[in-house]
């Protein structure tokens, strides 16, 4: 059995930078590339097979037509999308609905929990993560009235940092950061505040309403008590109900178990094998259920998850 390697897709983004064709040596010739969405069966971005018996088959397909390679899981939609989000400039302040709230007002869309492991930051970044408003009621007196300095809640951000970001929860990244998310398979987003930003001469839609019905108040920070140490060169970063996703370093050799999932996985630095299959950099793929004894050599950083 093979791993499932995917051609990423590439997303132009007002706030979108170039560290992504520049650190990743991924074959883009446009400016301000915001994501790479590395593993994904959405409709806005389905990513291709490259290579193997499934070359040139879109991952929503395989998923269909192939649900054994997933564990004959019970999910209607492949359920994760996997990001390489790269912030030039700030992206717009936002928040997610829960599968409920998408269920009925997104025409049955998924909701959106997701989380951020940082790759990199700028001296001095920081990044948004919740707000100040004691209740609901004050949530959308801050929003309405415009009092963003003193609503939107920021943290300083480096290399390393990881952030789980349920629904309900205001959020952004600032400029000058790189991170992986993993998430849902949801491209629903509500924007609350852009910066009067402007797009081909326009303001891209806000979503306020929406934003005001779902943001969670007040905000609890979500404490890190999930992040643990495995084993040598393993770290488990989160595990809630959508996925558990953890941060693996290889130094030489490590092994990881199949337990009896199928595992999306990507490289985020260095480069090395999977049983002898050879990996760099900025590559994403898919373990298969039942691919058995993981062996992976070289000297490389990997994100990896599973449902």
């Not at 920021?154 to 993993?182: C, S, W, Y």
């Not at 849902?184 to 001469?201: A, E, H, P």
């Not at 990507?266 to 950099?281: Q, R």
Request: glycine residues 10%; proline residues 4%.
């Amino acid at each position: 059995m093979e791993i499932i390697r995917l051609k990423p897709v590439f997303k132009q983004m007002i706030w979108g930078g170039n560290k992504l064709r520049d650190e990743f040596s991924y074959d883009v010739d446009a400016e301000n590339i915001g994501e790479c969405w590395g593993i994904s069966a959405h409709p806005n971005g389905d990513c291709t097979v490259s290579g193997g018996v499934y070359d040139g088959m879109q991952l929503s397909q395989l998923y269909a037509e192939h649900r054994e390679l997933f564990g004959n899981i019970d999910s209607y939609v492949f359920p994760l999308l996997t990001k390489i989000i790269d912030a030039d400039t700030d992206l717009s302040i936002q928040v997610h609905p829960n599968d409920e709230y998408a269920g009925k007002y997104e025409n049955g869309s998924l909701g959106k929990t997701e989380c951020w492991y940082v790759l990199d930051a700028e001296p001095g970044t920081t990044i948004v993560i919740g707000h100040n408003a004691k209740n609901h009621q004050e949530v959308a007196d801050m929003i309405h009235d415009k009092r963003w300095k003193e609503f939107i809640r920021e943290i300083p951000v480096k290399k390393g940092d990881f952030f789980q970001i349920n629904p309900g929860t205001l959020h952004a990244i600032k400029g000058g950061t790189l991170i992986l998310e993993t998430q849902q398979n949801s491209d629903i987003t509500y924007r609350v505040y852009d910066y009067d930003r402007l797009t081909d001469g326009k303001p891209r839609p806000l979503h306020v309403e929406k934003s005001i019905d779902v943001i969670t108040a007040p905000y609890h920070e979500m404490c890190e008590e999930e992040r643990a140490q495995i084993s040598k060169g393993l770290q488990r970063l989160v595990s809630c109900n959508y996925y558990t996703v953890w941060k693996m370093d290889v130094d030489g050799y490590s092994e990881f178990a199949q337990d009896g999932k199928f595992f999306l996985a990507s490289v985020t630095d260095g480069s090395g094998s999977i049983n002898g299959e050879k990996l760099n950099k900025g590559e994403h793929f898919i373990i298969p259920y039942g691919y058995g004894a993981i062996k992976f050599e070289g000297e490389m950083e990997l994100i990896i998850s599973c449902p």
